[in-house]
C-alpha cells in the first residue's frame, strides 16, 4: 500500500491558537479515512491544507499527484432555482474549471469524459436539466460525478452527506466507496456524524481541541479515548451497528445539531 | 429628409456601429452578471460613470475617457471594499449615492451647454463621432479579449465558488478583474444610452435569455441577440420617429424580457 495523502509533523496555528501539531498522518491509496471532531476543531482547515489554499506553519504535507489529482465534493447546499447551470456543465467544471481560456474548444472531448462521470454515477437522466430544480440528493450525485470526471488520486469530502435523507445518504457514500474500490483512490471524509459511513471506514482521524487521536473505528471510538480527547466523561455507547456519543457537551454537542442548523 | 436618407448620414452610421458593438459585449457580460447578481453594482458603476464623465466635461477632458475612468475606480471600489456578500448591497448604496451626488456637483459647476449634460444620464446618440468611436472599439475589443481568457474559470467561481477556491480557482482576483471588465463596458454604455439605462442593455436581455434556457451557452447567444435587437431596433426607431433612443431601448429589451418571461413559466425551462 503506498501513500496517496502524507502529513508528517504538520502543525497549524494562527497566531497563538494551535489547532493542531505534530500531525503524521499517511493516507494509503484505497484508504477511507474519516475525519471528525467537534466545530473549530480544524478539520476544515486540515482541508485547506490538503488543497493547497493553507500553507502549514510547520512539517510537510504530500499529495500524490499533487493538488490537482484531487477530486472535491462539497456538502450539499441550496442552489438558486433560477441558476443557468445544468448538471453536466457542473461536472465539466470538475474537468477543466480550472484552466484559462473559454472552453469552447475541445468541447466534444469534454463532452465524452462528462457524459462517462454522469453515466457512472446515474444522472444521466437529469444532466440537462436546470440543476435548480434537482433534488438534494440527484445534486449531491453530480457532486460526486464532479469530483471523479478529472480522475482524482484523492477524494476530499467535506460533510457530503449532510442534509441529505437516509436512503440518499446511503447511495451517495455508496457511490465514493464505490469509486475507492475500483480506482484505489483514497478518501478523506470530514463528517460530524460517522454512522452513515461506518461501514467504510478503515480508520478514524478524530480532532478536538488540538488533541486527535488516530486509528480504526473500534480502537478511537472508545469511551476511554474520547473522554482523554475532550477531557470530560464522555461515554460511546453502541447500539447495533451504530455508535452514539454521549457527554461531548459543548462543542460536542455538534454530533447531532449540526444537522438541524443546516 | 427620409429615412433611408437619414440613415446615409455619418453620424447615424457611427451611432449603429457603436450599438452593435455595445450589443455585442453587453451581451455576453451579461449572463454572467446575472449569474453573480450584479445588477445592482451595474447600475452604482454607471452612476459614477457619469459622475465620472461629468467631471471630465467640467474640466475640458474628454468625456468618454472621464466616464471610463469613473467606472473602473467604482468597480475597483466595489471591488475592494464588499468583501463579503452580505455586505455588497450596503457599499453600492453607498457609493452610489456619493458618485450621483458628485455628479450633480459637477454639473452644477458646468458652463457649457447644456445638451451635453443631460446626454450622459438619458443617452445621446448623436454624440458618438469617431473618435468616441474608437475609443468604444478599442475598449470592447480590450474587454472581450481579457474576458476570453478568463472566462471558464470566472464562470466557475460564479456559479460554484466553493468547488472553485477547493480547484485553486483565484476566484476574489477574478472578481475584481471582471468588475473592471464590467466597468469598462459600463462606462461605454453610459455614453449610447446613458446611465440611468444601462440596465436595459446589460442585464434585461441576459435575464431574459436566463428565463428560456438552463445552458450558459445557449443563454449568451441569446443574450447577444436579445440585446442586438435592443440597441439597433432602439436606434432606428428613435431616428423614425425623432425621438430619444432611451425609451425604444428600455421598451424593446423588456418586451423581449416580458415573452421570455412568459416562455420560461410555461415550459419550467426547457434545455
Same mark, same amino acid.
Given at each position: 500500500m503506498t501513500a496517496a495523502v502524507t502529513l508528517s509533523g504538520a502543525r497549524l496555528a494562527y497566531g497563538d491558537r494551535v489547532l493542531w501539531d505534530g500531525l503524521d498522518l499517511e493516507v494509503g491509496t484505497g484508504e477511507f479515512v474519516a475525519v471528525l471532531g467537534p466545530n473549530g476543531s480544524g478539520k476544515t482547515s486540515l482541508m485547506r491544507v490538503l488543497l493547497g489554499l493553507q500553507p502549514l506553519s510547520a512539517g510537510e504535507v504530500h499529495? /500524490?499527484?499533487?493538488? $490537482?489529482?484531487?477530486?472535491?465534493?462539497?456538502?450539499?447546499?441550496?442552489?438558486?432555482? #433560477?441558476?443557468?447551470l445544468r448538471g453536466r456543465d457542473l461536472v465539466g467544471f470538475g474537468l477543466d474549471g480550472h484552466e484559462w481560456g473559454t472552453g469552447l474548444r475541445g468541447r466534444r472531448a469534454r463532452r465524452a469524459k462528462v457524459d462517462e462521470a454522469l453515466e457512472a454515477v446515474g444522472a444521466t437522466a437529469y444532466a440537462s436539466k436546470p440543476i435548480g430544480l434537482l433534488s438534494?440528493?440527484?445534486?449531491?450525485?453530480?457532486?460526486?460525478?464532479?469530483?471523479?470526471?478529472?480522475?482524482?488520486e484523492v477524494l476530499l469530502c467535506d460533510e457530503p452527506l449532510l442534509s441529505l435523507d437516509l436512503a440518499h445518504q446511503r447511495s451517495?457514500?455508496?457511490?465514493?466507496?464505490?469509486? $475507492?474500490? #475500483?480506482?484505489?483512490?483514497?478518501v478523506l471524509f470530514v463528517t460530524h456524524e460517522i454512522n452513515p459511513v461506518l461501514p467504510l471506514v478503515d480508520r478514524v482521524l478524530y480532532l478536538v481541541d488540538g488533541r486527535f487521536r488516530i486509528g480504526k473505528p473500534a480502537e478511537v471510538m472508545t469511551s476511554e479515548t474520547l473522554s482523554e480527547l475532550y477531557r470530560t466523561n464522555v461515554e460511546v455507547v453502541r447500539i447495533r451497528d451504530q455508535i452514539i456519543v454521549v457527554g461531548a457537551c459543548e462543542e460536542g454537542q455538534s454530533h447531532h445539531l449540526a444537522e438541524e442548523e443546516s | 429628409m427620409t429615412f433611408g436618407q437619414l440613415l446615409g448620414l455619418d453620424f447615424v452610421q457611427y451611432a449603429l456601429i457603436a450599438g452593435a458593438v455595445l450589443g455585442l459585449v453587453a451581451g455576453i457580460l451579461g449572463p454572467l452578471v446575472v449569474t453573480r447578481k450584479m445588477a445592482f453594482a451595474v447600475h452604482g458603476t454607471s452612476e459614477l460613470a457619469f459622475a465620472g464623465g461629468m467631471a471630465a466635461l467640467l474640466f475640458g477632458i474628454s468625456v468618454g475617457y472621464g466616464s471610463l475612468l469613473g467606472a473602473i475606480v467604482a468597480a475597483l471600489l466595489l471591488g475592494l471594499l464588499s468583501q463579503r456578500d452580505t455586505d455588497r448591497d450596503s457599499v453600492i448604496g453607498a457609493v452610489?449615492?456619493?458618485?450621483?451626488?458628485?455628479?450633480?456637483?459637477?454639473?452644477?459647476?458646468? /458652463?457649457g451647454r447644456a445638451g451635453n449634460k443631460l446626454g450622459l444620464l438619458t443617452g445621446q446618440i448623436i454624440g458618438v463621432d469617431s473618435t468616441n468611436l474608437w475609443l468604444l472599439a478599442g475598449s470592447s475589443v480590450v474587454v472581450l479579449i481579457a474576458l476570453a481568457f478568463i472566462y471558464r474559470p470566472l464562470h466557475f467561481a460564479s456559479v460554484?465558488?466553493?468547488?472553485?477556491?477547493?480547484?485553486?480557482?483565484?476566484?476574489?482576483?477574478?472578481?475584481?478583474?471582471?468588475?473592471?471588465?464590467?466597468?469598462?463596458?459600463?462606462?461605454?454604455?453610459?455614453?449610447?444610452?446613458?446611465?440611468?439605462?444601462?440596465?436595459?442593455l446589460m442585464i434585461t436581455p441576459a435575464a431574459?435569455?436566463?428565463?428560456?434556457?438552463? #445552458?450558459?451557452?445557449?443563454?449568451?447567444? #441569446?443574450?447577444?441577440?436579445?440585446?442586438?435587437v435592443a440597441v439597433?431596433?432602439?436606434?432606428?426607431?428613435?431616428?423614425?420617429f425623432q425621438l430619444p433612443v432611451s425609451p425604444f431601448v428600455t421598451t424593446i429589451s423588456f418586451v423581449i424580457y416580458l415573452v421570455c418571461r412568459g416562455i420560461g413559466h410555461r415550459q419550467v425551462r426547457s434545455t
Open positions: 499529495i /500524490k499527484g499533487g493538488n $490537482r489529482r484531487i477530486g472535491y465534493i462539497p456538502q450539499q447546499r441550496a442552489v438558486d432555482h #433560477s441558476l443557468t438534494g440528493g440527484e445534486q449531491q450525485r453530480l457532486r460526486v460525478a464532479q469530483a471523479l470526471v478529472g480522475d482524482p451517495v457514500s455508496d457511490l465514493i466507496d464505490a469509486r $475507492r474500490r #475500483s480506482a484505489d483512490t483514497a | 452610489l449615492a456619493f458618485g450621483l451626488g458628485l455628479g450633480v456637483l459637477c454639473l452644477a459647476l458646468y /458652463k460554484d465558488p466553493d468547488v472553485a477556491v477547493a480547484r485553486g480557482v483565484p476566484v476574489r482576483a477574478l472578481s475584481i478583474v471582471f468588475a473592471v471588465l464590467v466597468g469598462i463596458a459600463t462606462a461605454l454604455s453610459v455614453q449610447i444610452v446613458g446611465a440611468l439605462l444601462v440596465l436595459a431574459a435569455a436566463c428565463r428560456v434556457t438552463a #445552458s450558459p451557452l445557449r443563454a449568451t447567444v #441569446s443574450a447577444v441577440v436579445f440585446a442586438e439597433v431596433g432602439g436606434i432606428l426607431l428613435s431616428l423614425a
